[in-house]
């Protein structure tokens, strides 16, 4: 009876003993949690998001209700403005439909680049939809394409008429990308480079409205310069600074022509290269600009400097992946060169070659897969080892 007594004193002390260290652990677990969401809101209560551009944003991507400038306001209950919006609303389903295809895709088969944290696209014109696609957890975005850059437009002063016209230019911009995979150069010149004839023009708004696609929250807008000589900037651009799902991004953009010169060592191009590391490189839609002889060396220069590459056969020509030691694996199919008007494409047999022997599925167009006779599309996915 002694023995038994024992044994059941020594198993209640140790039941209790079980219960309060329980009782710590859930302390300390929620005291953590607490803290946690503490610093949450301490985050939340610090940014100082922007009226002004967030009513601009929620102005161009059909979402009124959530504007507080008083005139903007009036402005979105005009019949051209519902027109726009009901337009805006059509164009952000095909958006959506691509996005999930997209990020379905890429969950799968490019975890590599979810680290990369500073991503660079070259030739981009306005598309940063498919740049904060393609690199979805980068903290700085960089874009580089000859389409203006565009001015700061003060909405207050625009009359109904002239913003009625603009928000039609800016429209055939978001319309374009959403009925296809890349943006025309044509398209691009007619409604972005046009100062003269529009108030709200270049990149600017139309970068703007990606990041109100993707529920960002404007936080400030800057104009920037990569170069200036005798106090006149060379290249022009701008930066936005926002936050997306409770983490600071981003975004610049440079107005400037590529040119084999940008390579060369303390180039405003090349400082501003090595000033980042962990990067991650975009081209799409590329024009084969790096299969001219005379940009060959910018294409090695490029792969000299970055450690992930997503393209099509349009960027960097896929030989000079396997000289520099990189990995590749290759999606969709390349059977065929698009029709570009002006323009003469190479053929890449051994990247042909390449993808007969191994290529992966591809569920979404990319690039210039819709200018192709044959309407495949493949992308191109080199990266270096750790």
Same mark, same amino acid.
């Given at each position: ?68 400038? +008083? ?17 805006? #609303?059509?164009y952000i389903q095909k958006y959506n439909k691509q996005k999930e295809k997209v990020s379905d895709w890429h969950q799968e088969n490019l975890q590599e680049v979810y680290s990369v944290k500073n991503a660079f696209y070259l030739l981009s014109g306005a598309d940063f939809y498919y740049f904060r696609l393609f690199y979805p957890n980068a903290e700085n975005y960089f874009m580089f394409a000859m389409e203006k850059e565009g001015d700061f437009p003060e909405l207050n002063t625009i009359d109904e008429s002239t913003l009625n016209t603009n928000l039609v230019a800016i429209e055939e911009i978001i319309h374009n990308l959403?009925?296809? +995979?890349?943006?025309?150069?044509? +398209? ?70 590529? /040119? ?26 590329? /024009? ?40 590749? #694996? ?22 042909? #070659? ?15 897969? +819709?200018? #192709? ?14």
């Open positions: 009876m002694n023995n038994t007594y024992k044994i059941k004193k020594v198993l209640f002390l140790f039941y209790i003993f079980f219960l309060e260290a329980c009782q710590y652990s859930n302390s300390n677990q929620l005291e953590k949690n607490q803290n946690i969401i503490i610093q949450s809101q301490k985050v939340q209560q610090e940014i100082k998001y922007s009226k002004k551009w967030n009513d601009f944003k929620n102005f161009l991507i059909g979402n009124p209700n959530k504007i507080e400038n +008083t005139n903007l306001y009036t402005l979105a209950n005009k019949d051209w403005y519902k027109k726009y919006q009901l337009n805006i #609303r059509n959403s009925h296809n +995979t890349y943006l025309f150069s044509k +398209t691009m010149n007619k409604f972005l480079n046009q100062d003269k004839i529009y108030k709200i023009y270049g990149t600017f708004p139309i970068v703007v409205f990606y990041i109100g696609y993707f529920s960002g929250n404007i936080i400030d807008v800057k104009k920037e310069c990569l170069e200036y000589k005798d106090f006149n900037c060379l290249i022009p651009g701008y930066s936005i600074l926002y936050e997306e799902d409770q983490k600071i991004k981003k975004v610049y953009y440079y107005s400037k022509k590529l /040119v084999p010169e940008d390579i060369h060592q303390n180039s405003p191009f090349d400082s501003l290269m090595k000033k980042y590391d962990n990067k991650g490189l975009f081209l799409k839609a590329s /024009v084969y600009l790096f299969h001219n002889l005379k940009y060959q060396n910018f294409a090695n220069y490029l792969l000299e400097n970055f450690v992930y590459i997503i393209q099509e056969d349009s960027g960097i020509p896929y030989r000079f992946f396997q000289q520099h030691q990189f990995n590749v #694996r290759l999606y969709g199919k390349y059977v065929d060169v698009p029709n570009l008007t002006g323009m003469k494409v190479p053929f890449q047999p051994d990247l042909s #070659r390449d993808f007969k022997l191994n290529s992966q599925r591809l569920t979404f167009h990319f690039g210039y897969g +819709t200018a #192709r006779v044959s309407g495949i599309s493949n992308l191109i996915f080199a990266y270096k080892n750790p």
